[in-house]
């Protein structure tokens, strides 16, 4: 239905987006999420005709919106988008505001768009409110109001910029809600959102749009359990981490326990996971510490948000050997200690390397 080819935007020198191609079926629900700056609301306004783009082509059942000799209103119509801040009239009531376009642009009569508004401000739960005017709203129901004026123009595709971001946390679901309540009626939608649940449940594909280009595409499963790219990864994951190289048996101790206080601190780690952290690594060391000599050791933190787990990574060059393994350690102590403060510890050779990954126990 929509089929977006290279499409670019520059802002002077600031090329934000970067020959970006997707293309769209009726009934479509997709998701866009990626970091902030990165384009996605222009992307949405591009396809508005809000911004021009300054390359590539937008075609909607095979016509070019990007021909100069295109009705812009009328594409606007057929694209119609839902902004992060409303952008209700406010000097009309939630009726004008829903009639207006329906009896200017669509040429319907009076009764005909007011019976249509009514319908859809029962869709949206705000038949009540018809007279009322956007300022005795609040945040949750005007946005229900700009949702519902924007399914008044009739449109083949509604555009949906984080809808929920301008919110009070006690309005989101119900702006939510209606959203998935258009999905599930068929209409075809392209949402900016920073609500990963209901990017996960609502849409059918995913785009993580990172510097002006989509970096990865997928279903929501692919994306959110099985990213494949490294920037994917860490928004998915939030994985904030850190690594610190040991090449001898002279390391820095004292820098290096100053480095996982700073890095506890950052990720506001409670104290006890802290101390159980350092203690962790306190023994993993004394255990590496015979063959530092002889192999480098690279000790890599990592904290996941989404998974609220740290993740301890030992990785030692030399040969095949689980330091942790009990039939080579004599030492049933350090064993149980570490055993004590993780959830899991995990043994691999990869790439001529050991590596340990220990997870740990959560307090
Ligand atoms: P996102 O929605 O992903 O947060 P935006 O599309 O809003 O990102 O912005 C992407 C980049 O384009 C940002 O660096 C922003 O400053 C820049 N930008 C957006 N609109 C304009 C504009 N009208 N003029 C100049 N730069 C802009
Ligand atoms: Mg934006």
């Known amino acids: 239905m929509i089929k977006i080819e290279h499409l670019s935007k520059s802002f002077g020198n600031l090329e934000v987006l970067k020959e970006v191609s997707v293309d769209i079926k009726a009934g479509e629900v997709i998701s866009i999420i990626g970091p902030s700056g ?25 016509v070019d919106i990007l021909d100069p000799k295109a009705d812009v209103p009328k594409i606007r119509q057929k694209m119609n988008m839902v902004f992060q801040s409303f952008n209700l009239f406010s000097h009309l009531s ?4 829903l009639t ?16 249509r508004a009514m319908e859809l401000l029962k869709l949206v739960g705000l038949a009540e409110k018809a007279g009322s005017y956007p300022d005795e709203l609040s945040g949750g129901q005007k946005q229900r109001v700009a949702i519902a004026r924007c399914m008044a123009m009739e449109p083949k595709i509604i555009l949906v910029d984080e809808p929920t971001s301008a919110l009070d946390p006690t309005m989101v679901s119900e702006v939510l809600s209606v959203i998935r309540r258009l999905a599930k009626e068929g209409m075809t939608l392209l949402i900016v959102t920073h609500e990963m649940d209901f990017a996960r449940d609502v849409s059918n594909r995913v785009l993580y749009m990172d510097e002006g280009v989509i970096y990865e ?15 994917t990864r860490t ?3 939030r994985i904030r981490s850190f690594t610190y190289h040991i090449a001898s048996p002279d390391y820095d101790l004292y820098a290096l326990n100053a480095e996982i206080e700073t890095f506890c601190e950052k990720q506001i780690l409670p104290v006890k996971t802290r101390q159980n952290l350092i203690s962790l690594v306190q023994v993993m060391l004394q255990l590496f510490n015979p063959i530092l000599s002889t192999v480098l050791l690279d000790i890599n933190l990592a904290y996941s948000e989404k998974k609220e787990s740290l993740e301890v990574v030992f990785e030692s060059t030399g040969e095949p050997k689980n330091m942790l393994d009990s039939n080579l350690l004599p030492d049933g102590l350090k064993l149980s200690i570490i055993q004590n403060v993780t959830q899991s510890i995990d043994y691999q050779r990869l790439n001529n390397k050991n590596r340990l990954t220990l997870i740990l126990k959560q307090e």
């Open 94 to 97: 939630v009726m004008d505001n």
């Open 235 to 237: 928004f998915i994951n």
């Open 100 to 115: 207006l376009g329906p009896i200017k642009l669509l040429e319907k009569s009076k009764q005909d768009a007011e019976h």
């Open 38 to 62: 990165t384009g996605k609301s222009t992307f949405l306004r591009c396809i508005n005709l809000l911004d021009r783009p300054t390359g590539g082509s937008i075609r909607i059942d095979g």
């Open 217 to 231: 595409e997928g279903t929501p499963a692919q994306i959110f359990d099985n990213p494949q790219k490294e920037k």
